[in-house]
C-alpha cells in the first residue's frame, strides 16, 4: 500500500497530566520541561501537560510555551460548572490564560455520576459539555472532550454516555476521548462499544483513553483502533493511577513496526524517532529515579535476550525467526545470556558484543567457558553482571592492568549505649591500597559496613583519583545463595558516572562484606579501563 | 446460568519451567518444592516442575512426588529425535523415570524450523509427535505437546502448522498448545488463527502458551480463550524469558471475577482460593528477593490507591462506581490517603490467630495500627515476619520479659594477606550481654559478619542457654530497600528448632549488621516465650 494511503493516527501523551497521578511520582517544573522536550523530539502529536490553576507547578509550567517542533500543548481542565456560563467559570479561565494550544476537558458520561457526584440533570451536563466546547473553539484553541467512565456509563446507559460523545462532537470538539477511567474493561467490550459509537461520531474523531487494571491497557488502545478511533492516549513506561495507563513505549513500536497497523496507519513519527525508543524510556526511568524494567516489551535490557543454549546458536544463525522485530529499530539490542545453560556460541556473541575477536576454534574459548561455569556454579551471576564477565573474559583472552592493588581492609561494626545512655551504631573501614610503589591508607566511615568500605577505596586512589571521582555507587542488591550456615552471599553492585552510564558487577563469598569488596573493586577496574587510565 | 453449565478451563502453570529461563532467576530444588505447593495450594490444575535429565536440579526435584491435593505433576521435555524408537530415546527415559503424572513434550510446528533446526523431513516430524505422544500414554501419563513457534509457523505454512496439531490429536494428547513462543503476536490474529483450528482440533484439547514482548500476553490468552481454546498456560507474576510469560496471577481474577468469563467458565479455583491471590503473587516475590511491582494489576499495593483528593471521599461514599472489583476478592484493599476500616479488620484477623483477644474498639489497637504503619513505611515487612509482629503486638498490648539485654556488640570483618602470602578473610564479634544481674561477653568467628555475631550472640545467655541449644538460623534474605547511599537494609530470618518449627523475623537499618542484629534478637526472644522460659 503506497503511504498516503495510510490513515493518520495521533499519539496523546499524558505522563505529564494522568502520570502524575502514579503514587510516588511527583514531578516539578524542571523535570515537566524536560519530559515535555523529550516527547516532542520522540514525535507525539500532543503533549498533555498538566492542569493549569488546579496547582502551582501546573501553573507555572502553562506560563510559558515550551517551544514544541511537533507537539501540540495541551491543557487538562473540567467543563464549566452548570448554572455558571462559560465567560464567568474560573476553571476555564485560568486555562484561557495558560500558553497551551489545545484543551482537553474531562466531563461526566455516565448518568449515574451526573447525579450523583455532580448533582445536575442530564440535560445541564450536556449544555456543559456544548457550551465548554464551543468557549475553547471562540478562543481559537482547539478544543477536546474527556469522557470520563465512557464505557461503565455506556454499560448501564448508552444513549446517555453516547449523547455526551455527540453534544461534544456536535458542538465542535477535535477528539471525543473515551476513558476505562476504573480500566475494568476488556478488549472485546472495548471493541464492541467503540463500533457502536462510530456509527453516531466519526472515528477520525474518537480518542481512547485506557488504564491497565486488568493488564489490558495497550489490548484496549489497539481495540478501540481496530473499531475506527483514530486517538490513542498514554503514557512512558505506563505510569498513572493504580496500575497505570496505557503504555506508548510499548504501543508506538507495534503501531509502527507490525503489518497489520503499520500498513494502514502513519503517525507523527519517523523510523529514525522510534530508534531513540529505548533511549527514552530510560531516561525517563533515570528522571524517575527507578530502575528500568529489564523485561519491559521491545525496550527492556531482556526483551531480546535469551538465556538457553540451544536457542543460542540458532538465534545468532536465524535471528529474524526467533525474534518478533529486529532489536536495533527501538534502539535496543540483542543479548545472548552467559549463564549455566550457556554454550560457546553464547560466549562468543557476548565477546563479540564487548570487542573482543576470538575464533571459534580458539582452545581459549573452552577455558573461558570451563571457568564461566565453575563459577557460576558457586554463585556468579554473570548474565546479570556484564562487566564482571568482561573483565574476566579480557585477563583470560587478553589483559587487563593491574591498576592498584588493595594489600589490605578491615572493616568494623559497633553498636553500643553511649555516655548519654543512647544506643549508637557506628561502621568504619580502612583500606590499604598500592598504586605504582606507593602505599595509601584511607579510612572512611558509613552508615554499613560496605559503605564506609566504599567511602574508603574510593578516597585514595592516587593518580587514579580524578578517573574515579564521578563514580557513583547507585545500588547494590545481595542474595543468600543457599541458606542456613553454610549461606553463599552474592552482591551486584551497580553502578554510574557523570555521563550517565550505568553498568553492573559481580562478588560472592560466605562474607557479604567480602562480596561487596569483590564487586566494588570490579567496578573501579572497568572505570578506569573505560576511561582509558594509563596502567601503573 | 447455573453453575454446571459452564465450561471448564484448566490453568498450566509454568512457573519453574518457562519462568526459569528469566534472567536473574536460579531456583533451588528447595524453591521449586515451596513454589509448587504454593500453586497447588492456589488451585492451579498443573504444575509444569522443570525438565527432568536436563540439570541436576531439575533431576532431583522429579526424583520425588510433591504430594499435590489437587494439581497435576507435569515435566517438560522434547519429542523423540527422529530416527531413534521411542523406547530408546534417553530424553524420554528420564521423563519417565520421573515421578511426573503428565509430560508436556514440545515440538516443532512451523515447516522451516523443522528444515534448519532440526534437519529432518516435515514428515519425520510428524512421526515424532505422534510416537512420543503414543509412548506418554502408553506409560499410563497424562500426555501433551507444545507446538512451538505455531503461530508464526501458521502464517508461514498454516497446513503444516496444522498437521503438527493434529497429529499430536490424533495420536492421543491431551492437551496440543499453541505457542507464540517468539511472542510477537498480536490479540486479533490469535483469535483469528485459533478460530481456524478448532475446526480440526476440538478446543477442550487446545491449550494457549503466550509471551509478552508486544505486552500483550494476557490480552492473547484471552481471545484464545474466546475462539475456543480451554487451557491457559502462564507463570506467577508473569516471570519467564525475555518479556515473560503470561502473568496468570492478572488472568485468574479477569476470568473468576469478570462476568464475560465467570458466567461462562469454571476453573478448578473457588472465590476462596482467589482471596489468597495477592498473598501468593508477594509471597512468590519474596521468595525471588524482590520487591512486588506495586502497580500490578488486581494484587499490586497501589492496585486500588487513590492519590486525587477528589476522588478519594467519592470512593469511600460509592466504592462500586470508582473501583472495577472488589478488592478484598483478590485478597487486595482499597488505599486512600483516609484512615480506613480495612486496616483494624486485618489487624484483628492477625491479632486473634497469634491468641491475642482485644475488643474491636480498644483503644490500643488504633495505637498498633499507626505503629505497624509507621514501621511498614520505614521498611519492616510484618507479613512476612509474623513472629516479629507477634512481638510487636504483644509488647504493646500484653508484655513480653526482657530476657536479656545486649549491652553492646563489635563485628569486625578483615581482608589481608597472611605470612605465606596467602589472602585470608576473617569475621569476628564480641556480644555484651546481662542476664539477671551477671553479665557475660562471648566473642564468636564465623564465615561472615552476620554469622560471627549469630555465634557470640548464642555463645552464653546465662540460665536461657537451655532454651536456645536447639535454635538454628536456617536462612536469611536481605533487600536493599532504596538503592543508592542513602540505602535502608531488610533483613529476614527464618529460625528453626529442634521440633521442626519455623519462624520469620525481621530487622530493618541502614547497616545490615545492625538489621541482621535486630532479627536475631527476636528470633531468640520468641524462642524463650514460645518455650516459656521464666522470666528474669
Redesign the interface.
Same mark, same amino acid.
Given at each position: 500500500m503506497s503511504e498516503d494511503k495510510r490513515e493518520r493516527l495521533y499519539l496523546f501523551d499524558t505522563t505529564l497530566r494522568d502520570g502524575a497521578?502514579?503514587?510516588?511520582v511527583d514531578f516539578s517544573v524542571e523535570e515537566k520541561a524536560v519530559i515535555a522536550r523529550m516527547l516532542d523530539d520522540l514525535g507525539v502529536d500532543y503533549v498533555e501537560g498538566g492542569y493549569p490553576g488546579a496547582n502551582p507547578v501546573d501553573t507555572e509550567f502553562f506560563s510559558s510555551c515550551p517551544g514544541f517542533k511537533r507537539a501540540t500543548f495541551t491543557a487538562f481542565g473540567m467543563t464549566k460548572r452548570a448554572g455558571r456560563s462559560a465567560a464567568n467559570d474560573p476553571g476555564l479561565a485560568g486555562l484561557f490564560d495558560s500558553k497551551a494550544k489545545a484543551i482537553c476537558l474531562v466531563a461526566k458520561s455516565?448518568d449515574?455520576?451526573v447525579d450523583?457526584?455532580l448533582g445536575i440533570t442530564n440535560e445541564e451536563n450536556l449544555e456543559s459539555i456544548s457550551e465548554s466546547v464551543t468557549a475553547v473553539a471562540e478562543r481559537g484553541l482547539e478544543p477536546m472532550i474527556d469522557c470520563e467512565?465512557f464505557f &461503565?456509563g455506556y454499560k448501564s446507559n448508552p444513549e446517555y454516555a453516547l449523547a455526551c460523545a455527540k453534544a461534544a462532537y456536535d458542538s465542535g470538539a477535535r477528539w471525543v476521548v473515551l476513558c476505562d477511567t =476504573?480500566? +475494568?474493561?476488556?478488549? &472485546?467490550?472495548v471493541e464492541a462499544i467503540v463500533t457502536e459509537v462510530v456509527k453516531h461520531v466519526p472515528g477520525t474523531h474518537l480518542g481512547i483513553h485506557a488504564h491497565?487494571?486488568?493488564?489490558?491497557a495497550?489490548?484496549n488502545s489497539?481495540?478501540a483502533v481496530?473499531a475506527g478511533a483514530r486517538q490513542i492516549q498514554g503514557t512512558l513506561n505506563?505510569i498513572g493511577?493504580?496500575?497505570?495507563n496505557a =503504555?506508548l513505549v510499548?504501543l508506538i513500536?507495534?503501531l509502527l513496526l507490525?503489518p497489520?497497523y503499520a500498513e494502514r496507519f502513519e503517525t507523527g513519527m519517523t523510523t529514525e524517532d522510534l530508534g531513540s525508543l529505548s533511549h527514552v524510556s530510560h531516561n525517563f526511568d533515570e528522571i524517575l529515579n527507578r530502575?528500568p524494567d529489564?523485561?519491559?516489551?521491545?525496550v527492556?535490557d531482556?526483551?531480546?535476550?535469551?538465556?538457553?543454549g540451544i536457542h543460542a546458536s540458532?538465534i545468532l544463525?536465524?535471528p529474524e525467526?526467533?525474534?518478533?522485530?529486529v532489536p536495533e529499530c527501538v534502539g535496543n539490542r540483542r543479548r545472548v545470556?552467559v549463564?549455566d545453560?550457556a554454550g560457546k556460541s553464547n560466549l562468543l556473541a557476548e565477546l563479540q558484543r564487548v570487542g573482543l575477536k576470538v575464533e571459534k576454534d580458539d582452545p581459549r574459548l573452552g577455558r573461558l567457558l570451563d571457568e564461566v561455569k565453575e563459577r557460576e556454579a558457586i554463585g556468579y551471576?554473570y548474565?546479570?553482571a556484564d562487566v564482571s564477565f568482561e573483565l574476566l573474559a579480557r585477563r583470560m583472552l587478553d589483559s587487563v592492568p593491574e591498576f592498584f592493588r588493595?594489600?589490605?581492609?578491615?572493616?568494623?561494626?559497633?553498636?553500643?549505649?553511649n555516655a548519654l545512655g543512647n544506643l549508637v551504631?557506628a561502621?568504619e573501614a580502612t583500606v590499604k591500597v598500592t598504586v605504582d610503589d606507593e602505599t595509601m591508607i584511607s579510612v572512611g566511615e558509613g552508615?554499613?559496613?560496605?559503605?564506609a568500605l566504599d567511602v574508603a577505596l574510593r578516597k585514595d586512589l592516587g593518580k587514579y583519583q580524578p578517573y574515579i571521582d564521578d563514580l557513583?555507587?547507585? &545500588?547494590?542488591?545481595?542474595?543468600?545463595l =543457599? +541458606?542456613?550456615?553454610?549461606?553463599t552471599?552474592r552482591v551486584l553492585v551497580?553502578s554510574a558516572d557523570g555521563e550517565g552510564r550505568r553498568w553492573f558487577t559481580v562478588g560472592v563469598?560466605? =562474607?557479604?562484606? &567480602?562480596a561487596s569488596?569483590q564487586a566494588l573493586i570490579d567496578s573501579v577496574t572497568y572505570k578506569l579501563l573505560r576511561d582509558g587510565a594509563p596502567a601503573p
Open positions: 497521578q502514579t503514587s510516588g455516565w449515574y455520576h450523583v457526584a467512565h &461503565d =476504573n480500566g +475494568g474493561t476488556l478488549p &472485546d467490550e491497565n487494571d486488568t493488564e489490558h495497550v489490548a489497539l481495540a481496530r505506563g493511577e493504580r496500575c497505570g =503504555n510499548s513500536p507495534t507490525k497489520g530502575a529489564r523485561q519491559a516489551p521491545y527492556g531482556s526483551a531480546f535476550a535469551t538465556k538457553a540458532a544463525k536465524e525467526t526467533y525474534e518478533h522485530i545470556l549463564s545453560q551471576a548474565e546479570a588493595v594489600e589490605s581492609f578491615r572493616v568494623l561494626v559497633e553498636r553500643r549505649y551504631t561502621s552508615n554499613g559496613p560496605v559503605n557513583e555507587l547507585v &545500588d547494590f542488591k545481595v542474595r543468600i =543457599n +541458606g542456613g550456615t553454610s549461606a552471599t551497580e563469598s560466605p =562474607n557479604i562484606v &567480602d569488596f
